[in-house]
């Protein structure tokens, strides 16, 4: 009987084994951060003209106002385009061109309408017959802004207003809301500035924005390097020398322009071109860049978007100018489901790129957090001034960041937990694409892991998140590989029954030898039946019956 249990372990040991043998597939691109995720309205803030609201980490907004009605926009220095939806406003004093004019974005969403010119409050400013784009029921929203206010400079190719309104026979005064400012104020400077507050969720201060003015205690920012605009293309791009991660400059090679853009100034060799783009709410980055960053970290997936434990932290500083300007560890990642253990599991906020579209670097919030950001017009706005230019000036300590990061990631998953919590209580069925409350199964997920040393990806007798985590690093080369476990986490289950049918019968068979001690011996013993040699089944005296072997 024993060597039936031994036998029985020994196929489960077996099963262990088998479910070991992972299939590898490769690790596919996460899914880009979208500039607009479910979020919520933003909250009047009467001391802050711009009303700047931070809405769940993931887009900034301010507030413009049309016949004193309040309309959020998200604001975007990626673009130039200003859109809105106007369902259910009252447009009275609007001039419909008849126009038609559109905006499409990569998450399939579109901004359509005729161009209009109305008159808008913007903080402090009263801007006549600005034009933008109607766009009344506009799924480009996800209804929770009004719609887009772009901060970029006007570009032909890159603007939807300004291709609309040089093809144009209209008369239509065009510029937009910063141009017109900039207009109306000749004495004003052409800049606006940025500091973006940090938080995950909810509608908060979004930190500072002005225009024409510098937040105070901030004025040394006007000392700090220009750093020249090198693509007319509507988006404020510059050039990086490079990234240190962990102590280590990263060297690379740009993506290159691929004749995309066409060059305002030549740039340095062995730099990188950077995007700098509040519209984004994540950063994006040279594929190698990003394995360096991520290397030896379990990555999970579940239906297609990939996931690591939130207590990842890295030192990462973006170097410019000979300069470094380090990132917070905590902007790395971001909470986003919390699994059936009560495990909450974070998203990378830096995804990978392998062609240039905008820039060999897009520096989005996860970076401009770190940043006091100043944008200069320059001859973009009023002809006869310098060419245009951004200047940075670094908030984040690197040593204060990497000694605060434990305590606020565990307070941050607290509170992420606590909100999935209410969330889930309140609707089991309730999900959050943007904030992402959401429960899920390990049963669900697959995995993978960041190496930059070997192709071979290695597993020994690990079965759950937990268990990887504790057996260390595996490995693949820089393309990636990922691991599904979703079929060894089914079959644990087939194994547990296993292993509970083998810890009864040695119970049993204790048991049994056990009581046969303690009986009083009789001449006359109870007939035992014998069993004939090779059958499958033999009979035990007691109440348990036949045992398979």
């Known amino acids: 009987m024993l060597s039936s249990i031994f036998a029985t372990l020994l196929c489960v040991q077996a099963i262990l084994v088998s479910a070991l043998q992972l299939p590898i597939s490769r690790r596919n691109v996460p899914r880009s951060i979208s500039r607009r995720d479910s979020v919520s309205h933003g909250v009047l803030d009467p001391s802050d003209p711009f009303n700047f609201q931070n809405v769940n980490g993931l887009l900034y907004t301010t507030t413009i106002h049309i016949n004193g009605r309040p309309f959020e926009v998200q604001v975007d220095t990626g673009s130039s385009d200003l859109w809105l939806d106007t369902a259910g406003a009252d447009m009275t004093g609007s001039n419909n061109t008849g126009i038609p004019a559109s905006i499409s974005y990569e998450d399939q969403t579109t901004a359509s309408g005729n161009l209009t010119t109305i008159d808008i409050t913007w903080g402090n400013y009263t801007i006549k017959d600005q034009l933008f784009i109607n766009a009344p029921g506009s799924n480009a929203t996800g209804g929770l802004t009004n719609g887009l206010i772009g901060l970029g400079p006007v570009v032909q190719s890159q603007s939807a207003l300004a291709v609309v309104y040089h093809n144009a026979t209209a008369t239509i005064s065009f510029g937009t809301p910063t141009d017109n400012i900039f207009e109306m104020n000749p004495n004003l400077p052409t800049y606006v500035t940025f500091i973006l507050s940090r938080v995950d969720h909810g509608a908060i201060d979004g930190g500072e924005f002005t225009i024409g003015e ?3 205690g901030y004025e040394s920012i006007l000392t700090t390097p ?24 990263i060297e690379g090679t740009s993506l290159g322009s691929g004749g995309l853009f066409p060059s305002a100034l030549p740039i340095p060799d062995g730099q990188f071109t950077a995007v700098f783009d509040t519209g984004n709410s994540g950063t994006v980055l040279p594929r190698p860049f990003v394995n360096a960053i991520f290397s030896n970290v379990l990555i999970f997936r579940l239906q297609g978007q990939e996931y690591m434990q939130c207590d990842f932290k890295a030192n990462v500083s973006i170097i410019i100018g000979g300069l470094e300007y380090p990132i917070h560890p905590l902007d790395l990642l971001r909470p986003s489901v919390v699994a059936d253990d009560g495990t909450v599991w974070c998203i990378p906020q830096i995804d990978p790129i392998d062609t240039n579209d905008y820039g060999d670097f897009q520096f989005g919030d996860v970076v401009l957090r770190n940043l006091y950001t100043l944008f200069n017009y320059g001859n973009w706005t009023r002809p006869g001034d310098t ?31 606590a909100l999935n919590l209410n969330s889930t209580s309140s609707n089991d069925t309730e999900t959050s694409s943007g904030d992402s409350s959401t429960t899920v199964s390990p049963s669900g997920f697959s995995q993978s892991t960041n190496t930059q040393s070997s192709n071979t990806l290695t597993s020994s007798a690990v079965s759950s998140p937990k268990d990887l985590a504790a057996a260390g690093a595996l490995s693949h080369a820089d393309d990636d590989t990922i691991v599904d476990l979703s079929g060894l986490i089914r079959n644990s289950y087939v194994i547990i029954a296993l292993l509970v049918v083998a810890l009864l019968l040695l119970i049993g068979v204790l048991l049994l030898a056990f009581l046969k001690k303690l009986a009083p011996r009789s ?16 009979t035990l005296s007691g109440p348990s019956g036949r045992y398979s072997d």
């Open 226 to 249: 220009k750093l020249p605009v090198y693509y007319q293309t509507g988006r404020w791009v510059s050039t990086v020398d490079g990234i240190n991660i962990n102590g280590e400059r």
């Open 523 to 538: 001449n006359n013993q109870r007939y035992k039946e014998v069993v004939p040699a090779g059958s499958e089944f033999e």
């Open 387 to 417: 060419q245009p230019y951004i200047q940075i000036l670094s908030l984040t300590d690197k040593e204060k960041a990497w000694a605060e990061f434990d305590a606020m990631q565990e307070a941050r998953a607290e509170q992420f937990y």
């Open 214 to 216: 510098i937040v105070q």
